[in-house]
């Protein structure tokens, strides 16, 4: 085998192996979020699941269900269940998993991690906007999610995030955002950006002797 096959075959296991952990975490955490739910006390509604547990610490929404614990505040509790019924009605959770298996694919590129966080962000955004239009004080709703900054989530899942609250409680003060239109542009734009830089480039023909 020669020096260039070795470096070939190493690359190529150095790929593989990260495409497969990466799978690997998404089914995990998919897993993970099927095993609350059939321990949780599972309420259908005509638009969502809600799911109930006094384990979970944070609220998320993944796919149709929205995930809470036995949330004692009338007030926050309709806060809650407003900003996650946004994630349930946009389909967040689809354009998560997308993501997360381009992600996935493309782990190499940084472009792919930009991408999937900005997508988060507007995912956030959008359901912010949407539950103070459900005609809900600012002040109280900010109260609500700061209520909610010590829980976690597992990944894959829309919810409500204390990396991004910073950004979120400015980003409410500002114009309605599209979600969907903006999110599938700043998606599209990092993505092609990504590509380009993947396969778009490649390294110059040797010269000919």
Same mark, same amino acid.
């Given at each position: 085998?020669?020096?260039?096959?070795?470096?070939?075959?190493?690359?190529? &296991?150095?790929?593989?192996?990260?495409?497969?952990?990466?799978?690997?975490?998404?089914?995990?955490?998919?897993?993970?979020?099927?095993?609350?739910?059939?321990?949780?006390?599972?309420?259908?509604?005509?638009?969502?699941?809600?799911?109930?547990?006094?384990?979970?610490?944070?609220?998320?929404?993944?796919?149709? &269900? %929205?995930?809470?614990?036995?949330?004692?505040?009338?007030?926050?509790?309709?806060?809650?269940?407003?900003?996650?019924?946004?994630?349930?009605?946009?389909?967040?959770? %689809?354009?998560?998993?997308?993501?997360?298996?381009?992600?996935?694919?493309?782990?190499?590129? !940084?472009?792919?991690?930009?991408?999937?966080?900005?997508?988060?962000?507007?995912?956030?955004?959008?359901?912010?906007?949407?539950?103070?239009?459900? #005609?809900?004080?600012?002040?109280?709703?900010?109260?609500?999610?700061?209520?909610?900054?010590?829980?976690?989530? !597992?990944?894959? &899942?829309? #919810?409500?995030?204390?990396?991004?609250?910073?950004?979120?409680?400015?980003?409410?003060?500002? !114009?309605?955002?599209?979600?969907?239109?903006?999110?599938?542009?700043? %998606?599209? &734009?990092?993505?092609?950006? #990504?590509?380009?830089?993947?396969? #778009?480039?490649?390294?110059?023909?040797?010269?000919?002797?």
């Amino acid at each position: 085998m020669t020096l260039e096959q070795k470096w070939r075959l190493f690359f190529i &296991t150095v790929y593989a192996t990260g495409l497969l952990l990466s799978l690997i975490l998404v089914l995990h955490n998919i897993i993970t979020v099927a095993r609350i739910k059939r321990a949780s006390r599972v309420t259908h509604t005509g638009m969502y699941d809600l799911a109930e547990n006094d384990s979970i610490s944070a609220p998320f929404t993944f796919m149709h &269900t %929205v995930f809470m614990g036995v949330e004692p505040d009338d007030k926050t509790r309709r806060h809650i269940l407003s900003h996650e019924c946004s994630h349930v009605r946009h389909r967040h959770t %689809v354009e998560k998993l997308i993501m997360s298996v381009l992600r996935s694919i493309f782990w190499f590129n !940084p472009f792919m991690w930009i991408s999937e966080k900005r997508l988060e962000e507007v995912q956030e955004w959008q359901a912010d906007h949407d539950a103070l239009a459900d #005609g809900y004080n600012l002040t109280e709703y900010r109260l609500s999610i700061i209520k909610q900054l010590f829980g976690c989530n !597992p990944e894959m &899942t829309s #919810g409500l995030k204390s990396s991004l609250t910073k950004q979120r409680f400015l980003q409410m003060k500002q !114009p309605e955002i599209k979600g969907g239109a903006a999110s599938k542009t700043i %998606v599209t &734009t990092l993505l092609a950006a #990504g590509l380009f830089i993947s396969f #778009g480039c490649k390294p110059a023909d040797r010269p000919t002797l």
